[in-house]
């Protein structure tokens, strides 16, 4: 019975296929910063769908590089007036069973709400599901990326900086 239960529960570990956005209103820098946490596990399988068998995220610096602009291109911030934010890529590292991609860029004076598009993974396991939580303005907003959603907003009335 133990082996069947630890067996089912690998067997569900690597079907849950998942990742954690946090994207937060730093007043000491007056960026918004960006923090993509996937679970190493996905990257590892998700590297050899997009780029090919032999890539490598643990040990290659070109496959960590290749995959944060994977996903920093299918990932954006928009303005109300449906405008791009330009989010610059700061870094990328693993770190115990994750990978992490981080971005940032100047907050706009203005900033009522945000349009976002987060798509990392969704084009090749439709079942990926991508949390974002905005921070640092106002309450915290969570937004959840699956099934059909591409573009989710989040307001700011009353807690635009």
């Not at 923090?35 to 610096?61: G, P, T």
């Not at 994977?70 to 303005?79: K, N």
């Not at 990978?99 to 100047?106: G, K, P």
Request: hydrophobic share 40%; glycine share 4%.
């Amino acid at each position: 019975m133990v082996l069947l239960i630890a067996f089912c529960s690998s067997v569900s570990a690597h079907q849950i296929k998942s990742a954690i956005t946090t994207v937060l209103f730093n007043p000491h820098t007056a960026n918004i910063e960006v923090m993509h946490r996937f679970n190493l596990h996905d990257s590892e399988h998700a590297v050899k769908v997009l780029f090919d068998k032999n890539a490598d995220i643990l040990d290659d610096k070109d496959t960590q590089k290749a995959f944060a602009e994977y996903v920093t291109h299918r990932f954006a911030l928009l303005d109300a007036d449906g405008q791009e934010l330009p989010l610059s890529i700061v870094g990328f590292e693993t770190e115990g069973k994750f990978f992490w991609v981080y971005q940032e860029t100047a907050q706009p004076p203005q900033l009522e709400g945000l349009e976002i598009r987060h798509d990392a993974l969704r084009d090749i396991w439709p079942s990926q599901i991508n949390t974002l939580n905005v921070e640092g303005n106002g309450p915290v907003q969570t937004l959840t990326f699956q099934d059909s959603a591409t573009l989710l907003e989040v307001s700011f009335e009353g807690h635009s900086h």
